[in-house]
Each structure stands twice: as C-alpha cells, then as structure tokens.
C-alpha cells in the first residue's frame, strides 16, 4: 500500500465554520460585489450585490425561518443557479439548520422519493418546480412551508394567478416577502454581525445533505459536517493561490458539491466576484463581459470550447495560423520562454482576456484538450473527488501541475493507493477532516464505506506517479476480468477513444463468449458532421462500410500501443446519445441493460456486430416490444406495411432513376471511397514525414546548441592555456623579446 499527504502551499483564511466565512466577508469585503446576476437575459446591466448585501439578506432569512419553522429544520432548495438560492444554502448552512440542495435536472418522479428520504420542512424552489413542488407538499406531511423564488420565469399573469391561488394559503411564500417577515431592518442597522446571526453549528453538527449523482435509481443521501465543509474549503485555499479581488463565472449547477465548494465557498473565503452564467449559449458572452478570471468546469464544457475556438479559426480562414500559434507556443515554453498569452491575444480576448485558471473536475479530460489550454496560456487544475469527501481530494496546483493527472492530495488529505507493488494501480482510499459523517439512515452502507479506521473506500482505482501526483484509471465496478486473469479498465480506453473528435462518447465493456473468453467491445457514439469530415465525404450518403474502415483504422492505430491483452476486439456505433446522469457521466449500468436487450434481440454475436451501426437494431426491437404491447394489432400492422410500400414506390417513381444509372453511381461511390481511402493513407503518410522532419529539425537545433556550447568551452579553455603560456616566460625572456 502507498500512502501520500497533501501540503500546504498557501496561507489559507483561518475559516473553520461557514458562519465565520460570512462574518469575515462583511467585514474584510464590505463594499465589494459578492455576487453579479442579470435579472432577466434581455437586460444590459446587472444586479449586484455586496458582501454586506449577502450578510444582511442572510440575517433576514435565518429571522424569517425561526418563525415558521423549529431551529435545526432541514430546509430543501431547488432551482437554477441565482442569488435567492445562495442565500437560502448560507442562512441554513451557518448554522440555523441543515440545507438539502436538490438536482433540478432530475425527474419529477425522483424528486419526490427524495423530498420524503431527506425529511425537509420547508421547500424553497423556482418557478419550474412550482405545480410539482405544491402535489409534494400534500403527499409530504413533513412540508410545512413552500417558498417560490421569483425569477425571469414568473410573469405578471403568473403571479396574479399564483396570488389568487394562495391568496388564504399562509404556509406559501414568494421569497421577497418572506424576507420582509424578518423585521430585523432596526437590528441589522444597530447590531454587529456576531450578535445577529445564528450561532454556529458545532464541528460534527449536519450541516448538509445531498444526493449523489450516482447512475442508480435510489441515490445515496450523503450528510456533511461542519468540519467536513470548512475543511474542505481551508485546503483548497491552501493549495491554490489566487490573485485579489477576481471574477469566478458560476455555470455548474451549485447542487452538485464541486461548484458549490470551489465556486461558492472557496469564492466568498476569498472576497471574488461570483458572476452567475445566463445559460450555456451565452458562456463566451458572459467571459467577455465579466473578464472572467477563474472558471469552474467539467470536460464537456471544455471540449465544447476548444471546438469553438476551431471552429471559429476555420470559418475565418484563420486555423493554419492557430496550428502555426500552438506549435510555436510549445517548443519556446520548451526553451524556457513563455510567450503563450501574447501569441494568443486575440483569442483569450474573445474569452474575456483575464482567463487565467480552469479548475476541472467529474471527469476525466482529455490530454489534447489539456494541451491546447496550456498551449493559450490558461492553467488547467485538474482535479479528483467524490461527495462523500466533500468533495475535492486531489488537483493540480499554481505551484505542480502534472498535465494528465489528477494532482496531488490537497492540504489536509492523505491518499491511500491499495496496491501490493509502488506505482502499481489499486483502490484509492482516503483520510481527511472533509470525509462525510455517513448515508442518512443507511448504517449498513456507512460502514461499507467508511472502514473502522476511518479510510473512506472510493471504489476509484488509480496509481501514484510523478511528483506525487494521481493518475485515475477506472471504478472497480467496471472493471473487466478477463478470462487469462488479467484485469482492465474501461475508463482508460475510453479516454483514448474519446480525444477523437468525431467520437462523441464511448462505453468499453467485457463480452463473453460461448467459449467461456471475454472480448473488450466498444460501443461508440459518432458525431456526424465530423465523420463526414474525417472520411472526407461531405455530401451524399455516408455508408456503413465507409464509417467501419475509418473505425477499424482508429481502432487499430489504439490496440498498437496498447499491451495485447488490453487491445479492443469487437466495436459497434450508433448516432444516438447514451443515457447520462445530470454530470454528464454515462449511466453505464442502464446502457449494458439496453445492450444486453439489444444482444438477445439480435441473436448476433460480437463478430457479426463488429464495425456496424446498431441503431437499426435498437428500433428494430423497440417495434417489436410496442407491437406486442399494442397486442399485435395485426391490421394496424398490415396497414403501415403496405403504406410504407407505397411510399417507397411512389418515391422510386419520383426518382426513375434507370438500371444503368444506378451501376454509374454505384461504380462512382466505389471509386470515390477508394480515392477518400488512399488521400487518407496519403495523408498518414504525409504526416509521419512531417513529424520526421520536426524531429531532425529538433535535433539539428539541440546539435547546434550543442556546438556553441562546446565551442565555448575550446575558446574558454585556449584563453587559459594562453594565459599560463604567458605567465611561465621568464623576465630574462621578456628582455630578449624586447
């Protein structure tokens, strides 16, 4: 077993509660803006409100609470990201109760489930959740009290129509007037922030409750401490240093405990600017406006922004000079001169212009796209962690950044790798402050989790490499056993897989075979408009046996640098998107159950799925089941069979394409595919040469270097010899000289 540390890098704030967090911020930031929304997206300025603003309106709604409801309630919020909803998490979170962030992406009937599992007496909630949260609360005897959170949403018909609906309803609240129950103005105006705010929660008091975004039906309820949250925060502040007064763009939901640690908490600790994103189409705009300093992402985003950033450089005709940039950028950061940022003015402008961190987190990001931000000249921190370690584990920093790696433990958090050899992959374990009390009323689970050293068990295997630093290679979950012994981890193929981009995303699962072997297999989802480009056949149809060469060469150029065992045998692909989870992670288990389905309907094995698109397959069966739910309605059945001949008649009529015509075409998507496929052999070949030459013009460079460092050397070393040929010449010699 190995076991690593964390260190400490940075002074961080002395925070060790979150009630102490926003005292410091209305004293020490009084007057700077906390957080900066747009009340609606057609608006041109911006509400902002101050560090004091927070504290005052935090005040009113702890006030307003302790009327309707006991001290220690549990109070859910659920809702788009905005400022009702943090001030709602802090007033609960500081210690007046403990706060319950719902995923407003969920499905309604998931929602309830876990309303009634977290036990919340009040629900706060926008105006999406309006008609379903108001059918909760009559199922839910624990709702006592529902709060609607005005936003854009609400219309002036609306809300007439919600006030006469609850126009006798004293349980239900729009949020400005709840906070004008508070009557705390005299007291806010004459008291210190101290005397008014309820007192802190003690270091092992709940202070929040939150489901994980597991792919499982029933998600576990994670419950955070006190100490699990402010140690958290003390960390991450203690291994990242950030420059003063700075701007943090809030784009992920802030249920999940990522942004709600490292974009929220970590942002007030350290007096920033929280400018809340109007929508994912509106993030470059919203870089630009707010000259976004730090942004908290997933890979998705991330890739989504590289993609833009090409794609905006091609219809500009600018993408050979942005090829040009990040070559040039990379081989002088090589030589020790960092001019990144000046090459790529123009485009870190279109990002805002002070773009300095991305902190990365919920997945793994592929080392092209890690590539291409350094290459502008942005530090990519990425990172590891779980909700049930409140969450951040592991990151790169300002000071080691370890480009494909996860980063070392933070401050605080020792790592455990359960390996039987150094650098060898095994379970990753975890001991800090920052891991969870427990799963609310789940003992059985707790334990399995939390052993009785108090070693949080990840499920996450990974190895410890340079510097320290972390490498994820899977779940153990997902790990596939094959039938030699040998392990592998889907997750690292898939990476692979995934830095092409015309491959959307991709599950790697093991197989079994009559003969009692397992296949790797791949299923694939390709993104259309970039295979067309990648085959070169822009128009016209794009066949199946097109796609399958242009897979089989991918899946052989991986398989060659992988260890045989590792290498993939079967691969199929569908244009449709696989099941997610509301982080974007694929819901592996729903999808081997629809694949499962899928292989029983078909009949076919590995060898015969190989290399084609299994969407016909999928509606092939989904047909199949709805007619046997309809109770095979034969005539129903008879009727569309015979339409749809007609209509294939009808358009074969339309077309009167003659014999000899379709051979003609025939013969030319023929010799169009074989042309396509010997440019690409063509282009490999060109490009292997080019890589030849960067190498022997490396080489000439390093030998030229070389020579004036030796011919440096041979003149440093005739100045001496001629220095001592001169002192041994004797004053009798000097005489004869003259």
């Known amino acids: 077993m190995e076991i690593i540390s964390g260190k400490t890098y940075y002074q961080a704030p002395p925070i060790y ?48 609470l302790a009327k309707v409801v006991e001290p220690g309630s549990r109070i859910a919020v659920i809702g788009d990201n905005s400022y009702k909803w943090m001030v709602t998490y802090l007033a609960t979170a500081t210690g007046f109760g403990t706060i319950v962030p719902l995923d407003r992406l969920l499905k309604h009937e998931e929602l309830g489930p876990m309303l009634k599992r977290s036990r919340a007496s009040v629900i706060v909630y926008d105006a999406s959740f309006h008609e379903l949260m108001q059918s909760l609360k009559e199922d839910n005897e624990n709702i006592s009290h529902t709060i609607f959170m005005e936003s854009e949403k609400l219309t002036p018909d609306l809300k007439a ?165 990040l070559k040039l950028a990379r081989a002088l950061r090589f030589i020790g001169i960092d001019r990144r940022r000046s090459i790529f003015k123009d485009v870190l402008a279109e990002l805002g212009g002070k773009l300095q961190i991305i902190i990365s987190g919920a997945a793994s990001l592929d080392k092209e796209t890690l590539r291409f931000f350094d290459a502008l000249g942005i530090d990519v921190l990425q990172g590891y962690g779980l909700t049930e370690a409140s969450p951040v584990v592991s990151g790169g920093n300002t000071k080691i950044n370890v480009l494909g790696t996860v980063g070392q433990p933070i401050a605080g958090v020792t790592v455990a790798v359960d390996n039987d050899k150094k650098g060898e992959p095994g379970e990753i374990l975890v001991y800090a402050d920052s891991v969870m009390a427990g799963y609310l009323d789940d003992e059985e689970a707790t334990k399995e989790a939390i052993d009785e050293a108090g070693w949080l068990h990840t499920g996450d295997i990974g190895c410890i490499g340079r510097r320290n630093s972390i490498t994820i290679t899977g779940r153990s979950k997902s790990m596939i056993v094959l039938s030699s012994g040998k392990k592998v981890f889907p997750e690292e193929l898939e990476t692979l897989l995934k830095e092409r981009e015309f491959i959307k995303d ?117 047909g199949r089941e709805d007619s046997e739910q309809v109770g095979g309605d034969v005539k129903s059945s008879a009727t569309e069979a015979v339409a749809a001949v007609e209509e294939k008649e009808a358009a074969a009529k339309k077309r009167k394409v003659s014999v000899k015509d379709r051979i003609r075409q025939r013969e030319l998507r023929r010799a169009r595919r074989k042309y396509y496929r010997d440019l690409r052999v063509l282009n490999r070949m060109y490009d292997d040469v080019l890589k030849k030459r960067e190498r022997l013009t490396e080489d000439e460079r390093k030998l ?32 004869s000289q003259k």
Request: charged share 30%.
């Open 17 to 64: 509660n979150l009630r102490d967090l926003l005292i410091e911020g209305q004293k020490k930031f009084e007057d700077r803006i906390s957080v900066a929304y747009r009340e609606k997206i057609s608006d041109e300025d911006f509400v902002k409100k101050t560090y004091n603003d927070l504290y005052r309106d935090v005040v009113r709604m702890q006030q307003a």
């Open 161 to 325: 129509e919600i006030d006469s609906e609850h126009a006798d309803d004293s349980s239900f609240f729009f949020f400005s007037d709840f906070l004008a129950t508070s009557d705390c103005e005299e007291a806010l105006e004459n008291e210190s922030p101290d005397q008014l705010l309820w007192p802190a929660h003690k270091e092992d008091e709940i202070c929040a409750i939150l489901f994980t975004s597991g792919t499982s039906a029933s998600a576990k309820a994670v419950m955070l401490t006190e100490k699990n949250l402010s140690s958290n925060v003390r960390a991450l502040l203690g291994s990242v240093c950030f420059d003063d007064n700075i701007s943090a763009l809030s784009i992920l939901p802030l249920h999940h405990t990522f942004e709600n640690t490292c974009g929220f908490l970590c942002m007030l600790a350290i007096g920033a600017r929280i400018d809340i994103c109007d929508g994912l189409r509106y993030v470059s705009k919203n870089l630009k406006e707010h000259q976004t300093y730090i942004l908290i992402a997933v890979p998705a985003l991330l890739t989504g922004m590289k993609r833009a950033i090409e794609n905006q450089a091609k219809r500009t005709g600018q993408d050979r000079k942005l090829n040009i940039g």
């Open 506 to 622: 991709s599950l790697v699962f093991g197989q079994e075979t009559d003969a009692g072997d397992v296949v790797i297999t791949a299923k694939l989802v390709l993104d259309e408009e970039k295979i067309r480009e990648k085959t070169g056949i822009h128009e016209g149809d794009l066949t199946e046996e097109d796609i399958s060469n242009e897979l089989a060469v991918l899946i052989e150029e991986i398989n060659r640098n992988l260890p045989a065992f590792k290498g993939i045998r079967s691969y199929f692909y569908s244009f449709q998107d696989m099941l997610q989870t509301t982080t974007m992670k694929v819901r592996r288990g729903m999808e081997m159950d629809n694949l499962q389905a899928l292989f029983a309907h078909t009949k076919e094995n590995w060898q015969v799925l190989r290399g084609k698109n299994i969407d016909q397959y999928a509606e092939e069966r989904l």
């Open 704 to 735: 030229q270097v070389r020579e004036a460092v030796v011919e440096q050397r041979l003149k440093k070393i005739r100045e001496k010899i001629e220095l001592d040929e001169s002192e041994k010449i004797t004053p009798a010699a000097k005489v």
